[in-house]
Nanobody, 123 residues
């Protein structure tokens, strides 16, 4: 079992930045692909981005490409989501997830999920 705990959410004005962190309990976190998802009120949970095991390659949803950056530190079992130029439509609960196989943007590809952290962007 991998336990994931997100932190770093909060309230920020449009145009601002936030950095989310996700800490994994599993010492072999480097064996997992790590993804970020978000869910706004009344909407489906949507994929934000993914970083591969080594951290050498990242993938992003079009809605966040160029504004968000995912990084990971396998020595510390952490993954981060740096969010810049935030927009009100980025308001959501953000979840980190870990998985071993499947498509990078598919929810079913991820076996472990954090509890989520709220991000609110005011206009």
């Amino acid at each position: 079992q991998v336990q994931l705990v997100e932190s770093g959410g909060g309230l920020v004005q449009a145009g601002g930045s936030l950095r989310l962190s996700c800490a994994a309990s599993e010492g072999t976190f480097s064996n997992y692909v790590a993804g970020w998802f978000r869910q706004a009120p009344g909407k489906e949970r949507e994929w934000v981005g993914t970083i591969i095991r080594s951290g050498g390659t990242t993938f992003y949803a079009n809605s966040v490409k160029g504004r968000f950056t995912i990084s990971r530190d396998n020595a510390k079992n952490t993954v981060a989501l740096q969010m810049n130029s935030l927009k009100p439509e980025d308001t959501a609960v953000y979840y980190c997830a870990a998985g071993r196989s499947g498509t990078v943007d598919g929810r079913s590809s991820y076996d472990y999920w954090g509890q989520g952290t709220q991000v609110t962007v005011s206009s």
